[in-house]
């Protein structure tokens, strides 16, 4: 936090002294702090929530979709496209709603953030394995650079931030935020190869 917090301080600074470039890097400042603490407020809710609360059945077509509709608006600033592959009908899981919902926020939110401009984020959902109701993966697909393999294991480490080469910055928080989730209700995640771009898969109980 300490870094976004020091841009604000320097460019208030600047303000006061009349510069207008130093009002757009407040704004942007402010919206990078305010990610930040919305980040780390969601892996707390990760690592506090299954302790004690039951787990209930999700419907995870409806929160696919409820996401990518809130993520509509980003999408079209960065003139990435949004698009849900799955079954029509509830595909019921096992989990915590609130979870479920954060890690598909977050994974979609990664897969804009870090796409190309003209690219596309794909969420699609389906039964996983040769034993029909077993297991139901969800898969979030972008266009992007990927994540080399060498990276793969520490980009779910807190605050580990790789070069995305165009630019996007982050919290590092996103994949931590994930994998804590997912670690939760059973779930698990896996990293492959778009080629190109990257696929985030995970496993959910029925």
């Known amino acids: 936090m300490r870094t976004p917090l020091a841009v604000l301080?320097?460019?208030v600074a600047l303000a006061r002294r009349g510069s207008s470039e130093a009002l757009d890097e407040i704004a942007d400042a402010?919206?990078?702090?305010?990610?930040?603490?919305?980040?780390?407020?969601a892996l707390a809710r990760a690592e506090e929530?299954?302790?004690?609360a039951p787990l209930e059945r999700v419907d995870l077509r409806e929160v696919a979709v409820r996401v990518i509709s809130r993520h509509i608006g980003q999408a079209i600033d960065a003139d990435v496209e949004l698009q849900l592959e799955a079954e029509a009908g509830p595909v019921m899981v096992t989990g915590?709603?609130?979870l479920i919902v954060e890690i598909v926020g977050n994974l979609v939110d990664n897969g804009i953030r870090y796409n190309r401009r003209?690219?596309?984020v794909t969420v699609a959902i389906a039964p996983?394995?040769?034993v029909p109701g077993d297991e139901v993966t969800l898969s979030v697909r972008d266009d992007g650079p990927g994540i080399p393999r060498a990276d793969r294991d520490r980009v779910f480490d807190r605050f580990i931030r790789l070069e995305a080469g165009d630019g996007a910055e982050g919290s590092g928080l996103g994949l931590a935020v994930v994998r804590s989730a997912a670690t939760r209700i059973g779930a698990t995640i896996a990293l492959e190869d778009a080629a190109p771009g990257l696929i985030v898969r995970l496993r959910f109980p029925r």
């Not at 402010?30 to 407020?41: G, K, N, P, V, W």
């Open 30 to 41: 402010s919206a990078r702090l305010e990610r930040l603490l919305t980040q780390l407020l």
């Open 118 to 120: 003209g690219g596309m």
């Open 96 to 98: 915590h709603r609130t």
């Open 9 to 11: 301080k320097v460019q």
């Open 49 to 52: 929530a299954g302790a004690s």
């Open 128 to 130: 996983a394995g040769d």
